[in-house]
């Protein structure tokens, strides 16, 4: 019973957090793993779980996201090919691997949530005019 609403109260404010800045998997993939999810599986369902509210933030942004509307075929061939070569990844990897590059990647992910702008400004100065390249950033 604890463990549920420890849970669902993570969701919640990972979910709050994730409606204002982002990040809130900060807060629901250690929480998942703290009621003894596996990480893959912990992963898994963090990601599962937040695709509702990317796809909610999505449609709110609609009206801005119409305007770029061009762009869409290169970002979503890019998003598909990474999500589905990550998920590949991820079920390749052994769980103990996964484990011990969990902190590895943990920050990475606070790296590009605190510097996410500025490393984005640096990288399309450098790249500009370079399509393909920016395209690839986007795989990554």
């Known amino acids: 019973m604890i463990e549920g ?6 969701g ?6 994730n409606a204002i800045a982002g990040g809130g998997s ?21 990601t599962f ?3 509702a509210g990317y796809l909610s933030g999505a449609a709110g942004f609609r009206r801005e996201l119409w305007a770029h509307r061009h762009q869409l075929p290169r970002v979503a061939v890019s998003a598909l090919i990474g999500g589905g070569l990550g998920a590949w990844l ?3 990897t052994p769980e103990n691997t ?14 590009l949530l605190v510097w996410g702008d500025p490393l ?5 100065r450098h790249f500009k005019g370079k399509q393909s390249l920016s395209a690839l950033g986007g795989l990554l």
């Open 5 to 10: 609403v420890g849970l669902f109260l993570a």
């Open 12 to 17: 919640l404010i990972g979910g709050m957090v």
């Open 26 to 46: 900060f807060i629901t993939f250690p929480a998942l793993m703290a009621a003894g999810v596996s990480p893959i599986a912990a992963n898994a369902t963090n």
């Open 49 to 51: 779980a937040s695709s």
């Open 90 to 92: 991820l079920l390749q």
């Open 98 to 111: 996964f484990s011990r590059a969990i902190p590895w990647l943990l920050l990475l992910a606070t790296v």
């Open 120 to 124: 984005r400004a640096a990288l399309r």
